[in-house]
């Protein structure tokens, strides 16, 4: 999918709007887009490709008794 970025726009900002966290997504979206990797701000209207990505959680757990 791909977005248009607002004047002051991160990377970081991109993906927590989008996929709503910013860890490990994040590396996902620069990996997509090598131009990025330079940059702190993005250019309003500058076009990003956001990739799927599977955010969803899922938390181990351990019992500790039986």
């Not at 004047?7 to 620069?30: A, F, K, M, N, S």
């Not at 330079?38 to 757990?61: C, M, N, R, W, Y």
């Amino acid at each position: 999918m791909k977005v248009k970025a607002l004047q002051g726009d991160t990377v970081e900002l991109l993906c927590q709007r989008h996929y709503g966290i910013t860890q490990g997504v994040t590396e996902i979206v620069l990996a997509a887009n090598h131009s990025l990797a330079g940059q702190i701000f993005l250019d309003a209207g500058q076009e990003v490709e956001l990739p799927d990505v599977d955010t969803s959680a899922t938390k181990e757990t351990v019992q500790l008794w039986s």
